[in-house]
């Protein structure tokens, strides 16, 4: 009996405190703070919050329909993903679109840049490379240069 009596608090007091960093049982991703989630808008399309859907990228941070299914098809709480504009209504949605972001950082967030801490730099890689190809440098392509210059000064 003393044995039970001895994991039961470990075992509680451990769940209590998983509960309680990950805001209530929502997900938590290590340096994806607000300031991030605004600096990554920043870095998509300077924060427009008016951008609509060009090109098949919709939102302030220019989400395609491939990244809001690989980000597990988040919608509006009213919503379902089976409806045929769903995703463009989130990704337009700033709140909702940040929901999108955290879905695809869950699944492919990792310290891309190899200096040993997954930060808000690496998110920005991630998705300005995708999930599978975010160790690629950035400098390398005219979107990248951009992406890297808007981050910069987002961070100033």
């Keep these: 009996m003393f044995v039970t009596r001895s994991l039961v608090f470990p075992a509680c007091f451990v769940a209590v405190f998983v509960f309680w960093?990950?805001?209530?049982?929502?997900?938590?991703?290590?340096?994806?703070?607000?300031?991030?989630y605004r600096c990554l808008c920043y870095v998509s399309t300077k924060c427009n919050l008016a951008h609509d859907c060009t090109g098949g990228y919709c939102g302030p941070f220019n989400i395609s329909k491939v990244y809001w299914v690989d980000a597990g098809?988040?919608?509006?709480s009213?919503?379902?993903p089976e409806r045929s504009h769903a995703w463009e209504?989130?990704?337009r949605n700033y709140h909702c679109s940040?929901?999108?972001?955290?879905?695809?950082?869950?699944?492919?967030?990792?310290?891309c840049n190899g200096d040993g801490v997954t930060d808000c730099f690496d998110y920005m890689m991630v998705n300005g490379n995708?999930?599978?190809?975010c160790t690629k440098p950035l400098n390398r392509s005219v979107n990248g240069r951009r992406w890297l210059?808007?981050?910069?000064?987002?961070?100033?």
């Design 21 to 36: 960093i990950t805001g209530s049982g929502g997900v938590f991703i290590s340096n994806l703070s607000e300031s991030c």
């Design 73 to 76: 098809k988040v919608v509006h």
């Design 78 to 80: 009213e919503d379902t």
């Design 89 to 91: 209504d989130c990704a």
């Design 98 to 111: 940040k929901k999108i972001i955290e879905g695809y950082l869950e699944r492919f967030g990792k310290d």
């Design 130 to 133: 995708g999930g599978y190809g």
């Design 149 to 156: 210059l808007r981050y910069e000064e987002c961070t100033l």
